[in-house]
């Protein structure tokens, strides 16, 4: 089974930055794609970012394109977030997620393992 725990959200004022991290067990996290959701209060969750299993290509959502930056470090079996110039419209409960096979790692649905979340809020 596998187990994802993410961990650095917090508060932050509107052009700061913050750092998600999710470290993943449970199977060989490096033959497999990651991504990072969000979910704000009465809206559905959405795929933010997504990275393949080697790091060699990624996928944004237009919403944080130029402001979030999604890497991984195999040996280590984290996939982070690095989110700048904030805006209050970030905040949400985020998650990571992994999908279950080998399929098209920018489509929501292929994802079928979560963590518990984090929550970002950006204040103005």
């Known amino acids: 089974q596998v187990q994802l725990v993410e961990s650095g959200g917090g508060l932050v004022q509107a052009g700061g930055s913050l750092r998600l991290s999710c470290l993943a067990s449970?199977?060989?996290?490096?033959?497999?794609?990651m991504g990072w959701f969000r979910q704000a209060p009465g809206k559905e969750r959405r795929l933010v970012a997504a990275?393949?299993?080697?790091?060699?290509?990624?996928y944004y959502a237009d919403s944080v394109k130029g402001r979030f930056t999604i890497s991984r470090d195999n040996a280590k079996n984290t996939v982070y977030l690095q989110m700048t110039s904030l805006k209050p419209e970030d905040t949400a409960v985020y998650y990571c997620?992994?999908?279950?096979?080998?399929?098209?790692?920018?489509?929501?649905?292929?994802?079928?393992?979560w963590g518990q979340g984090t929550q970002v809020t950006v204040s103005s």
């Open positions: 997620a992994a999908p279950a096979g080998y399929s098209d790692y920018r489509l929501e649905d292929e994802y079928d393992y």
């Open positions: 990275i393949t299993w080697s790091g060699g290509s990624t």
């Open positions: 449970g199977r060989a996290f490096s033959t497999y794609a």
